[in-house]
C-alpha cells in the first residue's frame, strides 16, 4: 500500500529540484519473487535508472519494497510502471517492452475523446497481436485514418506514422473493405545519387521503398506479402509511377512526402479513386530536396488546412518510440530550430 508524504527541508534523501511539491511513495511488489525482481531492476537496477531519467523521479529499493521521491504525478505514474512490468516479468522483458511501457506511462492520462460509434479499443487485423497506439497522438492518428479519405501525419523519425499507416492498410485488405494496397515514396537522394547505384530502374529505386517492405513484412508475413504481390493485391512503386493513374478501391499510402514537390503532391493527391482511403506521412525537418526547392507536404499542410475531409496529425518527440536517444535527438535539432527562427 502506498505511503504518500512531502519531503521535510531536512530531508537528504531529496535529490530533485523543487519546481512542484515532491511526494514519497513506499510500496511493496507482491509477491515476492526474486526473478522477477531481477527482470525489472536490470542489470545493476539499469531498468531503474531508465526510469528515473524518463519520469523525473529518484527510485530507491530493498529488496521488493520500493521508495519514489518526485512530484506527485511522476510518482503515482511511477509506481504504475513498475507494478505493470512486475506483472510483466513473469517472462523476460525486452529492451522494446521497456522503451514502449515508458513511452506509454510518460503520455498524458486524457486521450482524445473517440469517434461516434466506436466501441471500445481500436483492434486491426494484423499479424502483430500486440498492434496498438502508443501515445494520445498515435490513437488520434488511428482514428483519423478511419475516419476520413486523406490523412496526414507530420512528425519526427520514430513516431510510428508509416508502420501505423501500413497496419491500417493492411487491416483494410483484410477485411475487404479496399483491393489493394499502393504503397509510394519519392526516389529523392539524401546525399547520394541515384544513377550510381547498381542494376535497372526496379533495382535502383529498391532500397528507397524497403522500409515499405520491412513494414510488410512485420504486418503479414514474408508468405502472405509474396502471395498478396502475385495475386496484384499489393503494389510498391516510386511516386513517378502514379502519374496518369487513377486508383480506385485501394488504400493508397505516400511515405517520406517531405521530399515531394508542390506539383508532385497535386499530382499525387488527384489520383485518389472511388472507395480509396489515402495517408500521407512526412518529415519537414528532413528535407533532401535541393537547395530553393518547396517541399510539397509543407505547401499541402498550408493549401489543404480547412479543406473538409482532409485530417491532420502533427507528431512531435513525446510520441516517439525507439530508443530514448531518439526523442532527445529530436527534441535538440527542435530547440536548435527555434533559437535560430527567433534570431533570423
Known amino acids: 500500500m502506498a ?29 515476492a519473487d526474486n526473478t522477477r525482481l531481477a527482470r525489472l531492476c ?4 539499469v531498468h531503474l535508472r531508465d526510469i ?52 506509454e506511462a510518460k503520455a498524458p492520462a486524457d486521450r ?17 497481436a500486440d498492434l496498438s497506439a502508443r501515445t494520445p497522438r498515435q490513437h488520434q492518428y488511428l482514428q483519423q485514418i478511419l475516419s476520413h479519405d486523406i490523412t496526414f501525419g507530420l512528425g519526427p523519425a520514430g513516431t510510428g506514422k508509416t508502420f501505423l499507416a501500413v497496419a491500417c492498410a493492411v487491416d483494410a485488405l483484410e477485411r475487404s473493405t479496399v483491393q489493394r494496397i ?27 521503398l524497403r522500409p515499405l517492405y520491412d513494414a510488410l513484412y512485420d504486418l503479414l508475413g514474408f508468405d502472405r506479402v509474396t502471395k498478396a504481390f502475385e495475386k496484384g493485391q499489393l503494389e510498391v512503386a516510386p511516386l513517378a509511377f502514379m502519374r496518369g493513374r487513377t486508383l480506385n478501391h485501394a488504400f493508397v499510402i505516400l511515405d517520406e512526402a517531405q521530399n515531394t ?40 499542410e498550408h493549401v489543404l488546412a480547412k479543406v473538409k475531409g482532409i485530417a491532420m496529425t502533427r507528431f512531435t518527440s513525446a510520441d516517439v518510440v525507439r530508443h530514448p536517444l531518439v526523442a532527445r535527438i529530436v527534441e535538440a535539432y527542435e530547440a536548435r530550430a527555434k533559437r535560430e527562427g527567433r534570431e533570423a
Not at 479513386?273 to 499541402?300: M, N
Open 261 to 300: 514537390t508542390p506539383e508532385q503532391m497535386k499530382m499525387f493527391l488527384t489520383r485518389i479513386g472511388f472507395g480509396s482511403r489515402c495517408v500521407v506521412t512526412g518529415d519537414t525537418s528532413q528535407i533532401d530536396l535541393p537547395r530553393g526547392v518547396q517541399s510539397g507536404l509543407i505547401d499541402a
Open 182 to 208: 499502393i504503397l509510394t515514396r519519392p526516389a529523392v537522394e539524401a546525399g547520394e545519387r541515384l544513377g550510381f547505384l547498381p542494376g535497372d530502374l526496379t533495382q535502383k529505386v529498391d532500397p528507397y
Open 112 to 128: 482524445p475523446a473517440p469517434t461516434p460509434g466506436e466501441d471500445g479499443p481500436l483492434v486491426l487485423r494484423t499479424r502483430r
Open 3 to 31: 505511503q504518500a508524504g512531502e519531503c521535510t527541508r531536512g530531508d537528504n534523501s531529496c535529490p530533485l529540484p523543487r519546481t512542484a511539491p515532491i511526494v514519497i511513495l513506499r510500496f511493496t511488489l507482491e509477491p
Open 42 to 45: 536490470g542489470s545493476l537496477d
Open 52 to 103: 528515473e531519467a524518463a519520469l523525473g523521479v529518484k527510485i530507491t529499493r530493498r529488496d521488493a519494497d520500493f521508495r519514489i521521491d518526485g512530484p506527485k504525478k511522476a510518482a503515482e505514474r511511477t509506481q504504475g510502471l513498475l507494478e505493470s512490468l512486475y506483472e510483466r516479468a513473469r517472462r523476460p522483458l525486452s529492451a522494446e517492452t521497456l522503451q514502449l511501457a515508458l513511452v
